[in-house]
């Protein structure tokens, strides 16, 4: 099985328009084997520097899962997987025993909405950011019995009225993980049946970020006073850090349509993946402040004023969700496309894999030992249901051209 390789081109000036380019299949059809060539001796070194690609069998880690849409994996060895449509986090062990962890309150399902980004945050970190004078408020929630002395589970979900982010102490053992009582941690993001954005995760600034949808009105991506159709960032508490691009703003980036997956390289930059509407998804650059330009613009148009996409694709290669960055490689989960892009972004190469072979992908993460973890998603009625869906799987990565 090959990958399919896209020409290269630097980074940020130069662009790399992808689907103009003939891909060559990259991943098993049905008919075909599913493993990769087994990579040589040696070349597994999970401390290996990047950029770096699949090799060799993809092991299921575990299955069953229902329209699963957020991996966070956990230092106890256990990883928790956010269920979109029956509002359950379940809990996969190290052992590869999944179990139902809780119903998260208050998420009310309906089309794109529901249990969508997952993250968690060291509570003793959480309250010496609240100390240090950057937060509005220290945190006086009880913490007592959460796991191992102390984790917040914050969760992006559609309730009732609108978008939002909560946090939940995460409570017990490994293999018998539990949620405590919910508290808000910002409303007011405006939901509807799709564009809820959804993805939240913690920056190596200690900042939470959440994307955001236009929520089907495309005139809030460009309202600096909407937010919808942003990328947000904001202390663990939901206060607006001091050194936002715009003072009492949470907005930390606006003109976006649907972002669903932001990742931050080892030396702290920041990018994001955004569907696009009919013509290009893309994977955007983060600069704080920035303006992406939708609805004004969509893909690489040039129009001053707005920051075009390094690399773009269309809609049917693409559909991005899920984004990761390990060792010096950026994994892209793709739903239509039905593949994991990897991307090299000191050059913007991009190389699919997995075409086709798991259907719809919807994130994916840094897995144990120098490893991808990547979770399908068949079951929320737009893709091909196979036996055991949904999958999480697991896949050896390697320096590239080390095969």
């Known amino acids: 099985m090959t990958a399919a390789r896209i020409g290269i081109v630097a980074r940020p000036a130069a662009i790399l328009t992808i689907a103009a380019l003939a891909l060559v299949g990259c991943a098993a059809r049905e008919d075909e084997p599913t493993e990769l060539a087994p990579a040589p001796s040696g070349s597994l070194d999970p401390a290996a520097a990047g950029p770096v690609e699949p090799v060799g069998e993809q092991t299921v880690i575990a299955s069953g899962f229902d329209v699963p849409w ?28 999944v179990r139902e962890v809780g119903a998260v309150p208050g998420v009310e399902p309906g089309g794109e909405g529901g249990l969508l980004g997952l993250a968690t945050l060291d509570m003793d970190a959480a309250e010496a950011g609240a100390a240090d004078g950057n937060d509005a408020d220290a945190d006086d929630a009880e913490t007592d019995g959460a796991a191992g002395g102390g984790l917040w589970l914050y969760a992006y979900i559609t309730a009732e009225a609108d978008n939002r982010v909560i946090r939940m102490p995460l409570l017990g053992d490994p293999g018998a993980l539990a949620l405590g009582d919910p508290e808000v941690v910002l409303t007011g993001i405006e939901k509807a049946g799709n564009h809820n954005g959804g993805r939240i995760a913690f920056g190596p600034d200690g900042m939470l970020y959440a994307t955001t949808g236009d929520a089907g009105d495309t005139a809030r991506s460009q309202d600096p ?117 990897t991307i090299d972004p000191a050059t913007s190469e991009a190389i699919p894999y997995f075409q086709g072979q798991y259907g719809r992908i919807r994130d994916v993460t840094a897995g144990p030992d120098g490893t991808l973890w990547m979770i399908t998603n068949n079951t929320g009625g737009r893709g091909l249901v196979s036996e055991n869906d949904d999958l999480l799987v697991e896949v050896r990565l390697a320096p590239r051209g080390a095969r």
């Open 70 to 97: 957020s991996i966070v994996r956990l230092e106890n060895g256990s990883t928790l997987i956010s269920e979109r449509d029956t509002t359950l986090v379940k809990e996969v062990t190290a052992s590869g025993q």
């Open 225 to 341: 006073d909407s937010l919808s159709g942003k990328i947000l960032r904001m202390t663990p508490e939901g206060a607006v850090p001091a050194d936002n691009p715009n003072g009492g703003s949470l907005v930390y980036t606006l003109g976006h349509r649907n972002p669903q997956g932001i990742a931050w390289e080892a030396d702290g930059t920041m990018w994001a993946a955004e569907f696009g509407q009919n013509t290009w998804d893309e994977l955007n650059l983060i600069t704080p402040g920035a303006n992406y330009g939708w609805p004004e613009v969509e893909g690489q148009e040039g129009v001053e004023g707005f920051v075009d996409p390094v690399l773009q694709w269309a809609t049917s290669e693409a559909s991005p969700s899920g984004l990761a960055s390990t060792r010096d490689t950026l994994f892209l989960a793709a739903l239509r496309g039905q593949r994991v892009w």
